[in-house]
């Protein structure tokens, strides 16, 4: 028997997917060692190897892929623990980074409002004497005796990585591989990063913040994935380790190791790319996918069965360029910790109790009230049933830590408190959708909303009914989805290049995106990948001529000639117009093509979701116990029935209230709630009554 892996390693749990030859999913949940996530790993690994009754050796002997989604970088970054990193650039542009974009874009009249740190120090960026104009033509050829002096001040200052970002290099990248050569001969243990390889973009401050994250993380990773793929070749490994980048597809660990700052959506892009698996499984169109988990709430849209994807992200307050899947999120999840203010104003998050204390009712330490405290008490959560019974809650910790942290200060009852957290952390999730939805010419009640995560499925229903959405699907592999999504996703190059173009030359752009192809092939050849098996993507960011943003458009993945300008024009003008609403568009304005970019992979082996037979909608059979459990709906608490959903069979039907328990989360069907279980044993929650608002799906 072979198998295939997928591992996503969280702020709270350690998710596994095993996927064997029969396509039968088995899905395990370990706790993440905050301290060392290797270990959190392993232990995954072991317990599916014992599940399978084999050693771990003979285990990972039989893996043909094993898949990993890490928050490594991300966290590296959030915490500062990167390598000490020097900066390289052309004269006279020192301030680039430390100036950024001025830093209050979003709080332009608060008068206290405070810079956003610099991602290193002032005194780790050197100038030397280079220049390149617009078009790539060299001006000023590299000083390297000045190049030699600017790295000995930067490595006697304790750097231990370079980053070199030089102005138009995307246009001519020949000074900064000069620079990347003259470092390697002198120095060759120091970890270098490019920025005419890592965002060859236009954007000369985005450029440079990329650059040097990727050189913060380079040291870092490479140890990390290193050992960890040194490791699990000792244990048996025979396959190398593919990692999931933010783009939503897999590369080898090399790779990674080499262009860190590809990671930083690592884990939370797998759910998104589950979410686009269910959609072509089940024929839905439109998609919102809320992943709540320990410690964040991520929410990614499908529109129209595709990803929405961006090129320019925020993390820790620095704009980058890196090619990702579009995730927002916020500090919303079962670990989030709830506390009232000197204001006596109730808040929960941002701040989370993680894995290590844990909510309150861990027993691990904890003593500040969580989401996953307030569910229990108010009988959502089975405290003799959580991850299936392997880890006992503790109610009596739950209910004491809200009365003193919450309802005492409040002069209200734990109950009261525990239903006003739930309140708040519904509403701040919604207001999360609300932000991908309706701030971008989105109406969330065209929308199904899917729920997965350890908490998704709590307060799925909760948020959709804030949102006026009619359907909401809890997958059969909801609590460790992004791990599915992870083992699910094909080998991606991503490509990108500034070139500013107006669509009467589709020849040059034709060009660009042939040369980025070979590129892609070439690579995938090497790791394996069938030619057949290759498949491109290409987009274009695009504007009018004048704008200063531009927005991501498809292009068609084949040659592109004259004949395609009118489809490219409506494609841009529609999308435009689906952002700043009817009546925005410019018939008379040049459109042009700023970045071309593109996306070639290599298709892996899939799992696929076995066709179960359908049943009638009795679903007595799976009935294991009734417990009180409190719906906002009606104000009280009410004797609830409570379903396995292992038992459940396609064609049940659950009607709310009611809850429907998983080995790794728990669904609440409120009143006026439906649930069937479809032929894949996906849960889909339906709202019954009436409403006078329009819903979708």
């Known amino acids: 028997m072979r198998y295939s892996i997928g591992i996503d390693i969280g702020g709270t749990f350690t998710d596994g997917v095993v996927i064997d030859e029969k396509s039968d ?98 005194r780790m960026i050197e100038e030397v004497t280079e220049r390149v104009d617009r078009d790539g033509a060299v001006v000023t050829p590299l000083d390297l005796a000045e190049l030699e002096e600017a790295v000995e001040r930067l490595l006697a200052k304790g750097a231990e990585a370079i980053a070199v970002c030089f102005l138009w290099s995307f246009q001519n990248s ?16 120091v970890f270098v990063s490019l920025s005419s390889e890592i965002a060859p973009i236009l954007g000369e401050y985005e450029r440079t913040a990329t650059v040097v994250l990727n050189s913060l993380l380079g040291p870092l990773l490479k140890k990390r994935l290193g050992e960890l793929g040194s490791t699990l070749k000792a244990k048996g490994l025979q396959v190398p380790l593919l990692i999931m980048q933010s783009n939503g597809g897999l590369t080898s660990a090399g790779d990674a190791a080499s262009r860190p700052v590809t990671l930083l959506n690592s884990g939370p892009v797998g759910g998104i790319v589950a979410c686009k698996y269910l959609n072509e499984l089940l024929g839905r169109h439109n998609i919102i996918g809320i992943d709540m988990g320990g410690t964040s709430l991520d929410v990614s849209l499908i529109n129209s069965g595709e990803y929405s994807s961006t090129l320019a992200s925020r993390v820790n307050n620095n704009n980058i360029y890196v090619p990702s899947l579009d995730v927002h ?21 941002p701040q989370s109790a993680g894995a290590d204390p844990g909510p309150a009712c861990y027993g691990r330490g904890g003593v500040w009230p969580t989401v996953t405290d307030a569910d229990l008490t108010l009988g959502r959560l089975d405290p003799d049933y959580f991850l299936g019974g392997e880890m006992p809650l503790d109610m009596a910790r739950s209910i004491s830590a809200i009365k003193k942290e919450v309802a005492d200060p409040l ?104 040369e980025m192809e070979r590129q892609g092939r070439a690579a995938l050849l090497k790791e394996g990948i069938e030619e057949g098996s290759v498949y491109v993507q290409r987009y274009a960011e695009m504007r009018y001529r004048g704008q200063d943003h531009e927005i991501t458009v498809g292009m068609p993945d084949k040659k592109l000639t004259p004949s395609d300008m009118p489809q490219l024009v409506k494609s841009f003008e529609e999308k435009y117009q689906s952002l ?20 070639v992979a290599g298709a892996t082996r899939r799992p696929a979701l076995r066709e179960m037979p359908l049943s009638g909608p009795d679903p007595s059979a799976a009935l294991v116990s009734r417990r009180s459990v409190f719906f906002p709906e009606t104000g009280d608490f009410r004797l609830t029935p409570v379903f396995r959903a292992e038992l459940l069979k396609p064609g049940n039907v659950v009607e709310g209230p009611a809850i429907v328990q998983y080995t790794g989360t728990t669904v609440v069907v409120p009143p006026g709630w439906q649930a069937l279980m479809d032929k894949y044993q996906n849960l889909i929650m339906k709202l019954q009554i009436p409403n006078p608002l329009r819903f979708g799906a």
């Not at 729920?451 to 949102?467: C, P, Q, W, Y």
């Not at 006026?468 to 609590?479: K, R």
């Not at 700043?580 to 996306?599: D, H, L, M, S, W």
């Open 329 to 349: 999120s916020i500090g919303a999840g079962g670990g989030s910790v709830a506390w009232v203010d000197m204001g006596r104003v109730l808040k929960v998050g």
């Open 174 to 189: 020949d000074h900064e591989r000069q620079a990347a050569e003259c470092i390697a001969r002198r120095w060759p243990g």
């Open 25 to 122: 999913i088995h899905l395990f949940k370990t706790p993440t060692v905050p301290n060392d996530p290797a270990t959190g790993l392993f232990n995954c690994l072991s317990k599916a190897s014992a599940y399978f009754g084999l050693t771990p050796d003979v285990f990972l002997g039989r893996v043909h892929k094993l898949t990993l989604g890490t928050t490594i970088a991300t966290n590296a970054v959030l915490q500062g623990t990167g390598a000490a990193t020097g900066l390289i650039t052309t004269r006279g542009f020192r301030d680039t980074l430390p100036i950024a974009r001025v830093g209050r874009e979003y709080l332009p009249i608060d008068i206290q409002f405070e810079r956003y740190p610099c991602p290193i120090p002032r």
């Open 580 to 599: 700043y609403g009817p009546g925005t568009i410019f018939k008379q304005a040049t459109i042009e093509v700023v970045t071309i970019r593109a996306n």
């Open 411 to 514: 002069g209200i009852d734990a109950v009261k408190a525990a239903q006003g957290i739930c309140q708040v952390v519904d509403a701040a999730m919604a207001d999360a959708v609300r932000l991908v939805t309706v701030r971008k010419g989105r109406d969330p009640r065209d929308y199904v909303l899917v729920a997965f995560g350890g908490a998704g499925a709590v307060h799925a229903a909760a948020i959709a009914r804030e949102l006026s959405i009619a359907t909401v699907i809890v997958p059969c592999f909801a609590t460790v989805q992004s791990a599915f999504g992870i083992v699910s996703s094909d080998i991606v190059h991503s490509f990108a290049r500034s070139e500013i173009l107006g669509l009467d030359r589709l020849d040059q752009i034709e060009l660009r995106y042939e």
